[in-house]
């Protein structure tokens, strides 16, 4: 977080929500914090969350869908606990971002695999997760 890289990915996130926000029904921000559980809080790189969820300082609800992108010092391991409070809150899109590769991932079923795509086939939001690289400058 606070680097150049990390910053123009979740930026390229962002942008790929808010270019189909009125067609998805969608809000998308940055670091909005979560109150994940009664005594734990997290922020997301990006939420993303439909437009007739109430408007709350910080979220009780469970948002649409979460975005985390790796900074350097990240590790896999240390964000797997942090995507299991997502994933308790019941957040159904939760996924992962590893500029490095770029490699995706989705967080669902307390796994975390390879993704090529946000959403699944048939879903009304689904696109191929390389189109977020595609707005990168």
Not at 72 to 79: A, V
């Amino acid at each position: 977080m606070g680097e150049y890289d990390h910053a123009s990915w979740q930026e390229a996130i962002l942008e790929s929500f808010r270019r189909h926000k009125a067609e998805w029904g969608l809000r998308v921000r940055p670091s909005l914090r979560l109150q994940t559980s009664p005594t734990r809080f997290r922020v997301p790189d990006v939420t993303v969350m439909r437009r007739d969820q109430p408007i709350e300082q910080i979220l009780t609800r469970p948002p649409f869908a979460v975005f985390e992108v790796l900074s350097p010092e990240d590790t896999l391991r240390r964000m797997h606990r942090k995507l299991g409070d997502y994933a308790a809150m019941g957040i159904a899109h939760v996924y992962v971002i590893d500029p490095a590769g770029p490699v995706y991932y989705r967080f669902q079923n307390g796994d975390l695999r390879s993704a090529q795509h946000f959403g699944a086939p048939g879903e009304a939001i689904h696109f191929p997760l390389a189109a977020i690289a595609a707005l990168l400058d």
